[in-house]
């Protein structure tokens, strides 16, 4: 009798496996027949005896019923949610240099200042490493920033603060990093090329200091002891 039992327990494990859903349908009854209905569009089901669907992901979609897989959205392009049932759901994602909702998809923004976006259909922004920037965004038209550039130091200059930058003249200064234009001297001050401060002018020239060629006689001859503070 023990054997019998175990050949009916076996029997019934056969008719519960065959009686499973098959791929595409789901039944929240245990997953089997005859309560097995198709998954609806924009959800499929990839494995036998489903108790429910899985939805599309972002950037695909399901048009038909009983659906065992999604289809991706054409490259470039995605969905705003899960569970699209359609390819027309499938909407052209954001360029990069520019930032979207789900899915990278419009409307599109540009990246705030120290930021950029070198791909399609992102999200957000990455930040720039230490001793790198972008300008920030710009008109209308501008198509956003997709890489960074060094920043100048302090002490130089350049377009929005970024490189190419060059030292500041002599008789000007920048003391922070990114400066888009070096700072001049007040009177009575003096700086060499390349300065992040300026330097009280003394009290005296000295001769020698009027004669000499290296960068600070010459600052403290042309700012200081000419009196040649409104330079250009």
């Given at each position: 009798?023990?054997?019998?039992?175990?050949?009916?327990?076996?029997k019934s494990f056969f008719e519960f496996i065959a009686d499973s859903c098959s791929e595409g349908s789901f039944s929240p009854l245990g997953g089997v027949r005859p309560w097995c209905e198709p998954c609806p569009a924009g959800y499929f089901s990839?494995?036998?005896?489903?108790?429910?669907?899985?939805?599309?992901?972002?950037?695909?979609?399901?048009?038909?019923?009983?659906?065992?897989?999604?289809?991706?959205?054409?490259?470039?392009?995605?969905?705003?949610?899960?569970?699209?049932?359609?390819?027309?759901?499938?909407?052209?994602?954001?360029?990069?240099?520019?930032?979207?909702?789900?899915?990278?998809?419009?409307?599109?923004?540009?990246?705030?200042?120290?930021?950029?976006?070198?791909?399609?259909?992102?999200?957000?922004?990455?930040?720039?490493?230490?001793?790198?920037?972008?300008?920030?965004?710009?008109?209308?038209?501008?198509?956003?920033?997709?890489?960074?550039?060094?920043?100048?130091?302090?002490?130089?200059?350049?377009?929005?603060?970024?490189?190419?930058?060059?030292?500041?003249?002599?008789?000007?200064?920048?003391?922070?990093?990114?400066?888009?234009?070096?700072?001049?001297?007040?009177?009575?001050?003096?700086?060499?090329?390349?300065?992040?401060?300026?330097?009280?002018?003394?009290?005296?020239?000295?001769?020698?200091?009027?004669?000499?060629?290296?960068?600070?006689?010459?600052?403290?001859?042309?700012?200081?002891?000419?009196?040649?503070?409104?330079?250009?």
């Amino acid at each position: 009798m023990a054997g019998m039992e175990n050949l009916v327990g076996l029997k019934s494990f056969f008719e519960f496996i065959a009686d499973s859903c098959s791929e595409g349908s789901f039944s929240p009854l245990g997953g089997v027949r005859p309560w097995c209905e198709p998954c609806p569009a924009g959800y499929f089901s990839d494995a036998q005896a489903s108790v429910s669907c899985k939805a599309c992901g972002i950037g695909e979609y399901s048009s038909q019923a009983g659906s065992t897989s999604c289809d991706q959205c054409p490259s470039g392009s995605a969905t705003a949610t899960n569970g699209s049932s359609s390819a027309g759901d499938c909407r052209e994602q954001c360029p990069a240099g520019l930032f979207g909702g789900t899915g990278g998809i419009a409307p599109c923004f540009k990246c705030a200042k120290g930021t950029f976006s070198d791909q399609v259909g992102t999200t957000q922004c990455q930040q720039c490493e230490v001793g790198k920037s972008t300008l920030p965004p710009a008109g209308q038209g501008d198509g956003g920033v997709t890489l960074c550039a060094e920043e100048c130091q302090a002490g130089r200059e350049g377009p929005g603060g970024l490189a190419p930058c060059v030292d500041c003249r002599p008789g000007f200064f920048s003391e922070t990093a990114g400066s888009r234009q070096c700072g001049r001297c007040e009177p009575g001050f003096y700086s060499i090329a390349g300065s992040t401060s300026c330097t009280g002018c003394p009290a005296t020239c000295e001769l020698a200091k009027l004669q000499g060629d290296n960068p600070v006689d010459a600052a403290l001859r042309d700012q200081c002891c000419l009196g040649a503070w409104s330079l250009s």
